[in-house]
C-alpha cells in the first residue's frame, strides 16, 4: 500500500473549496491543505452536478491521516496504523457508503447522518458506520509525530481549572480509557451551556458552566450525539493496540499520552468549540428577545381573565 | 483435564450479628485448559490461547473476586451505594469468568473432538429446526459477523421451551442476560482478541474456521441433560 505523504502546511491552498469531509464541521481544526488541479476540478464538477440537481451519489472519501503510516513508530507501528486505517476505517467508510446510496440521508453531512442515525439512542444500522468514521477522522488527528509533552496557554488554564492539575487530568482520562468495557473510546470534551439532565440549556448560563469533562462512550458513540464539544479521544477497542500491546491497554494509554497526543490539534478544537459555544449562547439570547418582545405585544389578549364569581371559600 | 481448583477462604468479620457468624466466601480460580496451549493449532495460534487464557481470562477472575470481597465487606457494612456500584464490575468480570469457562470446554483439538457433528439428538434437533447443521452454522456465523463491538455470539437451548436458538451478548454479559430460561452449548468469543493476532480485522475467517475444533460433545452433554 503506498504510504500518503504528510500534506504540506506552508503555502496557500490552491482552492478554498473543500470536500464535505475535507472539513470536519465546525469542531475540527482548520488545515491548510494543498490540493492538485485534477482534486479541484473534480470538486467543483461534483458540487456543479449537485446544484443541478443531477443523481449523484453523494459518498464519504477515506480521508487518510495527517502524516505518513510509519510516522508513529516505534509507539504505534506502521503495520497497527496500515490495518486499523487501511481496512478498519476504511471498512466503515465503504460500508456507510453502500447504507445511504439512494436514501434521504445520500447527501447528508457525516456529522448529521451521526445525529439522525443515533434516533436518540434507538440506533439505526447506519449509525456504527457513521460514528466509526467520524470518531476515527478524529484519532488520527489527535495524534502526531513527535506528540506529547503538555498543553499550554488557554487550554492549559483550563484544564488546570477543571481538573485541578494537568496531573490529574492525565490520571482520570487514563482511567476513564482503561475501564471502558468493551469496545469504545475515550474523550477529552468541552461542554457548555447544559444542564446535567437531558441536554436541556442552562436558562441562566454563565461561563462555569463551560467546562472541559472526561467522557467514554461504548463501540461508535462520540459526544457529539449529547451536544458537546469533542477535543481529544483515544481508541479503546482491541483493535487499535492488540498488534503493539496486546492485553496491555494501560500501556498503549501511557503511551498515547506521553508520545503520541496531538496538544495543538486540542488547542485549536478548543478554540473553535469557545467560538461555537460563544454563538450559540448569542443566537439563544436573541430568540429569547424576539419571543420577549411577542409575549410583551399580546399581552392583553393572553392575559387571564377574572372569573366573576366569588371562589374563596372563605365566608 | 479440567481440574476446577476452588479455594475457599473464611474470612471472619467482625460483627454485627450477635450470632457470631462466620462467613465461608469461596473466591473463584482460572480453571485449566483441557489442552495444551498449542493443541488449536492453525485454527487458533498458540500465542492467542496463552494471552487469552493466562491474560483475559485470569484478569476477569481476579477482579471479579475483588469486586467480590469488596462487596462482601459492603453487605456486612449495609452500605447500599456501594452494593449498587460494584454491579457492574461483578456483570463485567464475572460474566467474563462464565463465558471463557464455558468457551475452553467449548472447544477441542481436531485430533480428539474438535470438529466432529453432533450427536443424535443435538443432531436432530439442529436438523429439525435448522434445516442442516450447515445452516446453523451459517446464521451463527452471520450472527457473530454481524454483531458490533466486543460480545459472544451462542448456540442456546431454551430449556423450558426445549428449543434451540442462536443469540448475541454484548461485553461480557452471559447468556441468561438474554432469557433465564437460556443454556448456553455453545459460545463463540467475537472479542477482537479472541483473534485479531491471527486473522486481524478478518473476522468471517475466524468464524469460518473454529468450527474445526468445536467441541459438539460437551454440547450435546448439556443438551441430553435438559432434554433427555
Not at chain 1, 46 to 66: E, H, Q, S, Y
Not at chain 1, 199 to 210: G, L, T, W
Not at chain 2, 156 to 182: C, H, I, M, Y
Request: glycine fraction near 6%; charged fraction near 25%; include cysteine.
Amino acid at each position: 500500500m503506498a504510504i500518503p505523504v504528510a500534506f504540506s502546511a506552508s503555502s496557500s491552498p490552491t482552492c478554498t473549496v473543500l470536500p464535505r469531509q475535507g472539513l470536519p464541521g465546525i469542531l475540527g481544526s482548520p488545515r491548510p491543505l494543498q490540493w492538485t488541479k485534477k482534486e479541484v476540478c473534480t470538486l467543483l464538477y461534483r458540487r456543479c452536478r449537485r446544484k443541478i440537481g443531477f443523481m449523484v451519489t453523494a459518498k464519504f472519501d477515506l480521508k487518510p491521516p495527517p502524516y505518513a503510516l510509519n510516522s508513529l513508530e516505534p509507539h504505534m507501528s506502521q503495520e497497527t496504523l496500515e490495518y486499523h486505517w487501511g481496512k478498519h476505517h476504511r471498512g466503515y467508510v465503504e460500508n456507510l457508503n453502500k447504507q445511504i446510496v439512494g436514501t434521504e440521508l445520500d447527501g447528508m453531512s457525516l456529522e448529521d447522518i451521526i445525529i439522525v442515525s443515533y434516533n436518540k439512542g434507538d440506533l439505526l444500522p447506519t449509525f456504527n458506520n457513521a460514528g466509526q468514521i467520524w470518531n476515527h477522522n478524529f484519532f488520527w488527528e489527535s495524534m502526531k509525530p513527535g506528540g506529547g509533552g503538555k498543553p499550554d496557554g488557554d487550554l492549559l488554564k483550563l484544564i488546570e481549572r477543571d481538573f485541578g492539575s494537568f496531573e490529574k487530568f492525565v490520571e482520570e482520562f487514563k482511567s476513564a480509557a482503561a475501564t471502558q468495557f468493551g469496545s469504545g473510546w475515550a474523550w477529552l470534551a468541552y461542554k457548555a451551556n447544559r444542564l446535567e439532565v437531558g441536554n436541556a440549556v442552562n436558562p441562566r448560563p454563565s461561563d462555569e458552566d463551560k467546562k472541559l469533562v472526561i467522557v467514554k462512550s461504548p463501540n461508535a458513540v462520540n459526544p457529539l450525539v449529547w451536544d458537546y464539544s469533542p477535543l481529544l479521544t483515544i481508541d479503546v477497542w482491541e483493535h487499535a493496540y492488540y498488534l503493539d500491546f496486546q492485553n496491555r491497554r494501560p500501556d498503549y494509554i501511557s503511551i498515547f499520552i506521553e508520545k503520541l497526543v496531538s496538544w495543538d490539534a486540542v488547542s485549536s478544537r478548543l478554540e473553535i468549540a469557545k467560538a461555537r459555544a460563544a454563538e450559540r449562547e448569542r443566537e439563544e439570547e436573541r430568540k429569547k428577545k424576539e419571543e420577549d418582545d411577542k409575549m410583551a405585544d399580546g399581552e392583553t389578549a393572553e392575559m387571564y381573565v377574572d372569573n366573576e364569581t366569588d371562589d374563596s371559600e372563605v365566608e | 483435564m479440567a481440574l476446577r481448583r476452588v479455594s475457599k477462604k473464611s474470612i471472619e468479620l467482625g460483627l454485627w450479628h450477635s450470632h457470631g457468624l462466620v462467613r465461608e466466601f469461596s473466591t473463584f480460580s482460572l480453571p485449566n485448559l483441557p489442552y495444551d496451549y498449542w493443541a488449536l493449532e492453525p485454527v487458533i495460534m498458540t500465542e492467542i490461547m496463552k494471552l487469552h487464557h493466562q491474560q483475559h481470562h485470569q484478569s476477569y477472575v481476579t477482579n471479579y473476586n475483588n469486586a467480590l470481597v469488596r462487596l462482601e465487606h459492603a453487605l456486612t457494612m449495609a452500605d447500599s451505594p456501594t452494593i449498587v456500584r460494584l454491579q457492574s464490575a461483578i456483570k463485567f468480570n464475572g460474566g467474563g469468568h462464565i463465558n471463557h469457562s464455558i468457551f475452553w470446554k467449548n472447544l477441542s483439538p481436531v485430533k480428539e473432538l474438535g470438529g466432529e457433528p453432533p450427536k443424535p439428538s443435538l443432531g436432530s434437533a439442529i436438523d429439525r429446526q435448522y434445516g442442516s447443521l450447515d445452516a446453523l452454522i451459517q446464521k451463527v456465523n452471520a450472527e457473530g459477523a454481524a454483531l458490533q463491538g466486543s460480545g459472544w455470539v451462542w448456540l442456546a437451548l431454551d430449556k423450558e421451551r426445549k428449543q434451540l436458538s442462536v443469540e448475541t451478548t454484548a461485553d461480557q454479559d452471559p447468556l441468561v442476560t438474554e432469557g433465564s430460561a437460556l443454556v448456553p452449548l455453545i459460545g463463540i468469543d467475537v472479542w477482537e482478541h479472541a483473534y485479531y493476532l491471527q486473522y486481524r480485522d478478518v473476522k468471517s475467517n475466524y468464524l469460518k474456521n473454529i468450527w474445526k475444533v468445536i467441541n459438539w460433545k460437551y454440547a450435546s452433554e448439556i443438551y441430553e441433560k435438559e432434554c433427555p
